[in-house]
């Protein structure tokens, strides 16, 4: 069976500092991997999301980058945090089934920029 | 991108059907509709999905309009692990592949 790992699940970090969040998933290969952010009491808005190794594409322009190392290993970075970069980062993957569009969420991590 | 409405919240009893509502006006012919929940610090979770027929699972029901501009999310029996926000969502078709969320709307399940 699948499953899709995030780490830290909680991270409090202080404005201009870097980030790295990882995302792996096990058990499929080449997935579509997407990385989603959700403010405080907001809905999700997709950030980046990948069809294959080295191939990333950005949904919103602001300080935060993506990159796929490996198949099934997506991160999510910046050089600086902003106060406006705290909220719930998400990881997702995109399985064939029950349908082709369906995404599979990971347990997320809590940000808070200081 | 086509567009769903959907009410920010509802309230319902523990052990009663709870119907959510989704409005989906600009819906073309092939895309299918899918709802997702998000239960409290979470991630989202895939629910149902469907095309023009009424569709059932373990989870839920889903029930499609014949114009297929609305449709309708059905827990048969709610209990309190159902409180969540629930998300109606199109397969946008842009090429990206990707599910644009919504607002969702907010269930609230009384004991």
């Given amino acids: 069976s699948q499953t899709i790992h995030q780490w830290p699940a909680t991270l409090v970090q202080p404005v201009g500092s870097p980030l790295s969040l990882e995302c792996t998933v096990e058990g499929t290969s080449n997935p579509n991997l997407y990385w989603y952010r959700q403010a405080a009491g907001r809905g999700l808005q997709l ?9 990333i594409s950005s949904e919103v322009p602001q300080n935060l980058s993506a990159s796929r190392p490996q198949d099934r290993q ?13 909220g719930f980062y998400l990881c997702a993957w995109k399985s064939r089934y029950p349908h082709p569009d369906t995404q599979y969420f990971g347990p997320g991590t809590r940000l808070t920029v200081l | 991108d086509a567009k769903t409405t959907q009410p920010n919240s509802m309230e319902s009893n523990e052990e009663e059907p709870v119907h959510l509502p989704c409005n989906h006006s600009t819906i073309s012919g092939t895309d299918y509709i899918h709802w997702y929940r998000q239960l409290p610090s979470q991630g989202p979770e895939y629910v149902i999905h469907g095309l023009t027929s009424n569709v059932n699972n373990r989870m839920a029901s889903l029930a499609i309009a014949e114009d297929r501009k609305s449709s309708t999310l059905i827990l048969h029996r709610a209990t309190l692990r159902d409180a969540a926000v629930y998300y109606c969502i199109l397969r946008d078709r842009t090429g990206a592949q990707k599910l644009v969320f919504g607002q969702g709307t907010r269930l609230t399940i009384n004991p």
Avoid: C, H, N
């Fill in chain 1, 74 to 86: 997506f991160i999510l970075s910046s050089k600086k945090l902003l106060l406006s970069d705290s």
């Fill in chain 1, 47 to 55: 950030l980046f999301y990948s069809v294959g190794i080295g191939q």
